[in-house]
Structures are given as structure tokens and as C-alpha cells.
């Protein structure tokens, strides 16, 4: 299956107006946002729904998997995360997870350098946000890998009618709308939208409502290049 596999072309897809469709597993289903490939998927980005009681048998994440919990708690042997909850379970790790009330989250396969080793959670429910040089945004740093990687994980924060100067993304940009809404040159993006743009582009934005945002930059250079060199 081949769904926004370029990483060199603008996507948008609005996750709230797909339908839910069920995986190999019981009770768990998903809204699939980027994927290259079967249930083996090369990378794959999507919103998953468990339902009460679901549950994986142990697996292992072979280049790595990243989610936010939009909903409800996940689990797993390492413990209990309720919404909000960010993780990076770094390739090579392993888990069985399940729910217990169910959740609702947004995750990212198979899409981490492959020595990257570092195992990540942040409450992002009692992380502080952090003033901007810009006016009216704020930010909860994520992930920053030490070293030349390029990939900075954050949420974002716009106040209502705040409005962001044209800039660059010379290393690409992907945003996963959390709370609220905002817009470009190119549309408007409510609450459940994935956007990515690629390395290269350059957008202005606004927002009328105010908006949460997960942004990562500098990742899409990163594995197109790596995935040239394979």
C-alpha cells in the first residue's frame, strides 16, 4: 500500500473525516495518515483507536515507534500513559501493549535513524510551556537528539489570532493538529489534521481560535537522504 510515501511532497490529510479500519488485531483500528507498505509497513503514520480491553502480543520495533496519547491511557509492561503522554520506544525495543478503559493515539513506525538508542517519555501534561522570541507562541521541547541529527520534536502554542511571519523549512516540517485550528497559503487545518511539508518549503500561518501543536522539523532531509543511500 503506497499513502503520501513521497517525503519530497506536501501531504494533508484530515484524520477526523476518515473512516476507522480495523487492523489484524481485536478491537484495535486506525485512520492511516502516511504508509509505505502492508501490515509490514517500511513507515507508517496513523491515528489508533483501542477499545476497552485491547490488546498486542509482545512485538518488537525494529527502526523505532513515537506516539502522543490523544485519548484515554495506553499501557504497557513499563507502565500506565494517559493522555498527553509522549514516547519514543527506540529500535530494537520490545513491548506488549494493551488498555484497559481504551485510547486514542497518533504514532509514528519505523522511522527513527537506526542508532538511535534513546528511550524517551515526557508528561507533556505537566511540562512547562516555554516563551518564543515570537509573539503570541509558546513551546514544550519534546526530543533533540545530541549529536548531528537533525530532528527536533516539540508542541507548539498559539495564542488566538496570532500570526507567524513567512519562514523556511529547510529540513522539512510535519504538524499534527491537537487542539484548535490554524491556516496557510494553501488552507485551513482544524483539530486532527496531518500536514507535512517538505524539505525546501516556506509558509506563513495564522490562527483566529488558537491551536496546540506536535511539530517535528529536520527529520524528512534526514531519511530521504538515508533512504537514497540504501
Not at 484495535?28 to 501490515?39: C, K, N, S, T
Not at 511540562?127 to 533533540?144: D, N
Not at 487545518?189 to 495564522?206: I, Q
Request: include cysteine.
Amino acid at each position: 500500500m503506497k499513502l503520501n510515501p513521497d517525503l519530497g511532497k506536501r501531504a494533508v490529510m484530515y484524520s477526523a473525516s476518515l473512516n476507522w479500519v480495523d487492523t489484524p488485531v481485536l478491537g484495535v483500528q486506525r485512520r492511516m495518515l502516511e504508509r509505505d507498505g502492508g501490515e509490514m509497513a517500511n513507515r507508517a503514520t496513523s491515528v489508533v483507536r483501542y477499545a476497552p480491553g485491547a490488546q498486542f502480543s509482545e512485538h518488537s520495533h525494529d527502526l523505532g515507534e513515537e506516539f502522543i496519547v490523544l485519548d484515554g491511557v495506553f499501557s504497557d509492561e513499563s507502565g500506565d500513559y494517559p493522555q498527553g503522554a509522549y514516547v519514543r520506544n527506540p529500535p530494537g525495543s520490545r513491548h506488549r501493549p494493551f488498555t484497559l478503559e481504551g485510547c486514542v493515539i497518533f504514532v509514528k513506525l519505523r522511522q527513527f535513524s537506526a542508532d538511535d538508542s534513546n528511550a524517551v517519555h515526557v508528561d507533556t501534561k505537566t511540562a512547562a510551556w516555554l516563551p518564543t522570541a515570537i509573539e503570541g507562541q509558546w513551546v514544550k521541547p519534546l526530543y533533540r537528539r545530541d549529536g548531528g541529527d537533525p530532528e527536533y520534536v516539540s508542541l507548539v502554542k498559539w495564542s488566538p489570532d496570532a500570526q507567524i511571519e513567512h519562514h523556511d523549512h529547510p529540513g522539512g516540517e510535519e504538524i499534527f493538529v491537537l487542539e484548535g485550528s490554524f491556516g496557510d497559503e494553501l488552507g485551513r487545518y482544524p483539530k486532527g489534521t496531518w500536514l507535512r511539508k517538505p524539505p525546501g518549503s516556506a509558509s506563513s500561518a495564522y490562527t483566529c481560535e488558537g491551536c496546540i501543536l506536535y511539530v517535528k522539523t529536520g527529520h524528512l532531509q534526514a531519511q530521504s537522504i538515508g533512504e537514497e543511500g540504501t
